[in-house]
């Protein structure tokens, strides 16, 4: 099934990146992409001891453009956490994780940003028009919503560190 929906996707319907999508208690999305490693699992149970915080996916997650803007959704594809939403909510920040001594986020800027989306998705290589999609997409993504990358450490302190830096009391 993923492979025919990662088809329909690069179709102009969007993409499916390696992430986790954490929804914090304001109803904003938060996509924090990752390799094998580097901590989807850890955030999202990090996130799951925050009050008013749904867990769309600590693997896979769905980004897709409509009318009200970009929107991120829950799959049955999940990781080690096993969560698996069939929910969606507006997609408000990108983070690209990886483990780190220090809570610590910087900016991406859009070509960064744009790269390091695609290495973290899942694009059919085969295919010359999904790309040029799929490169399209992450660029109006990373055009339109704030994307940092974040090291952080595995503890509350990386939750709290995260909705401060997103305006939301921790």
């Known amino acids: ?22 929804v914090d208690p304001a109803g904003r999305g938060h996509l924090f992409l990752g390799h094998s490693g580097a901590g989807k699992t850890t955030i999202s149970r990090l996130w799951e001891r925050t009050p008013g915080v749904r867990i769309l ?3 896979r997650i769905i980004v897709r453009a409509g009318d009200d803007g970009l929107r991120m959704y829950g799959t049955p594809w999940h990781g080690e956490a096993e969560y698996a939403v069939a929910e969606s909510a507006p997609l408000t920040r990108v983070y690209v994780i990886s483990h780190g001594s220090r809570n610590e986020m ?20 085969f295919d010359a028009a999904a790309i040029e999609f799929i490169l399209d997409f992450y660029g109006r993504l990373a ?14 302190t990386a939750t709290e560190f995260a909705l401060r830096e997103a305006g939301l009391p921790s």
């Open 143 to 156: 055009h339109e919503v704030p994307c940092a990358a974040f090291d952080f450490v595995p503890d509350s």
């Open 1 to 22: 099934e993923e492979i025919v929906l990662l088809g329909y996707l690069a179709r102009g319907r969007g993409v499916l990146v390696h992430a986790c999508g954490i």
């Open 57 to 59: 996916s600590d693997d």
């Open 106 to 125: 910087r900016p991406l800027g859009p070509a960064e940003a744009v790269a390091w989306m695609f290495a973290r998705g899942f694009p059919p290589f």
